[in-house]
Each structure stands twice: as C-alpha cells, then as structure tokens.
Nanobody
C-alpha cells in the first residue's frame, strides 16, 4: 500500500521560510511525477510545484516562482518543498501527491496518490 506523509508545516511570520517534506512508502510505488498542491479555506486545491521522479523536468506555479523550490531524494523516497519569503496568501493546507501515469505533469487530475496534508500558516 502506498503512503505519502507530509511534515514540516507550521506557523511562520511573513518573510520567513519553511521546508516541507514528503515521505513516500510502498514497495511498488514508482512515481512518474511528484508534486505539491495547496488548498486555502474556501478555495479550490491548486498546483504549487512538481517534478518528474527522474528530475528531468520541473514545474513551478507563477504565484510561487522565485520563492519556492521542489527537490527530491530518490534514495530516501523523499520530496521536499523549500518555501522562502512566505506571504500571507501562502497560508493553506499543503498536500504531497504522486502520479504513476507516464506523461503526467502538474494537473491535479493526473495524480492518483495523495497525502493527508500539512497546515502552513503565515502570520503578519
């Protein structure tokens, strides 16, 4: 059974940084792409960042470009989201997601595995 478990969320002041981690487990889990999405209260879940498991391609949402970075450690089955210069509007539940479908990119509907989410709250 595949599990994605996020950690690293919390409360941070605007301008601060956080690093989210996602631990992937499951013997048969071989993702094509891993990504981060977020959902703020009253809003739809939106794409934040994604990368192919091979590391060859990365996508970053315009709203976080230049501030957030996605990375991975294949040996540890870990994916990270480094978030710098956090803004109030970055407050959301952040979800780690994986897709085993070849050719997947950053579209939410492509992802067939999801974590439970971790809360990120940015205060003024």
């Amino acid at each position: 059974q595949v599990q994605l478990v996020e950690s690293g969320g919390g409360l941070v002041q605007a301008g601060g940084s956080l690093r989210l981690s996602c631990a992937a487990s499951g013997r048969t889990f071989s993702p094509y792409v891993m990504g981060w999405f977020r959902q703020a209260p009253g809003k739809e879940r939106e794409f934040v960042a994604a990368m192919t498991w091979s590391g060859g391609t990365t996508w970053i949402a315009d709203s976080v470009k230049g501030r957030f970075t996605i990375s991975r450690d294949n040996a540890k089955n870990m994916v990270y989201l480094q978030m710098n210069s956090l803004k109030l509007e970055d407050t959301a539940v952040y979800y780690c997601a994986g897709s085993t479908y070849r050719g997947s990119t950053y579209h939410l509907k492509d992802y067939n595995y999801w974590g439970q989410g971790t809360q990120v709250t940015v205060s003024s």
